[in-house]
Structures are given as C-alpha cells and as structure tokens.
Nanobody
Framework: QVQLVESGGGLVQAGGSLRLSCTRT????????MGWYRQCPGKQRELVAS???????KYDNSVKGRFTVSRDNAKNTVYLQMNSLKPEDTAVYYC????????????WGKGTSVTVSS
C-alpha cells in the first residue's frame, strides 16, 4: 500500500504562484511514476504533470511553461510549482503514484484545494 499526503493548496490571485508538496510512504516495491491530477468543478479528473523514476517529466498542454514537477528522492517528496496561475486552474489537486504507469493501478492522495481568483 502507498500513502500520499499533499500540502500547499490555498487561495491565490490570478498571476500568482503556489507550490504543492506530496510525501509518500516507503514501499516494498518501486514506484515508477508520480504526478499530479486535478479535478476542476464539474469536470473529470485530468492528468496535469508526471515525473518518472528516470527523471523525465510530462505536462498537459494547458500547464506547459507554467507548472514544474520535481522531486526530492531523499524525502520521498514530489512537488508541483505552479506559476502564472489562472482562474481555470481552480481545482482539487491530487497527488498520484503508480508502480508502472498511469494505465495500471493508481494510488491517490486525498487532494488539496487550489482556488485562483480573478
């Protein structure tokens, strides 16, 4: 089992920045990918950013150039630095982890709310 604990959400004005953190428990198996999903009001949950064990990263087009995913392996923590925030970034952000990739079993955090005011 994998436990993920997020922090760092809140209320920010458009154009501002926030950094989300996600700390996971140690596991007996290797986690290949961690990342962030978000669920905007009235919409389905969507993948925002991923970081793989290789260090490679992927982003949804809507956040490219504004969001940066990174990790600190010593702390078992993944970060999402969000800059130039827009009202449409308002959502509950979920930290996620998968043993292989997102097509398999996904472990979820409880989510942290981000609200961007115009």
């Amino acid at each position: 089992q994998v436990q993920l604990v997020e922090s760092g959400g809140g209320l920010v004005q458009a154009g501002g920045s926030l950094r989300l953190s996600c700390t996971r428990t140690r596991t007996l198996f290797t986690i290949n990918v961690m990342g962030w999903y978000r669920q905007c009001p009235g919409k389905q949950r969507e993948l925002v950013a991923s970081i793989y064990s290789s260090g490679s990263t992927k982003y949804d087009n809507s956040v490219k150039g504004r969001f940066t995913v990174s990790r600190d392996n010593a702390k078992n923590t993944v970060y999402l630095q969000m800059n130039s925030l827009k009202p449409e970034d308002t959502a509950v952000y979920y930290c996620a982890a998968a043993k292989y990739d997102w097509g398999g079993m996904i472990y979820w955090g409880k989510g942290t709310s981000v609200t961007v005011s115009s």
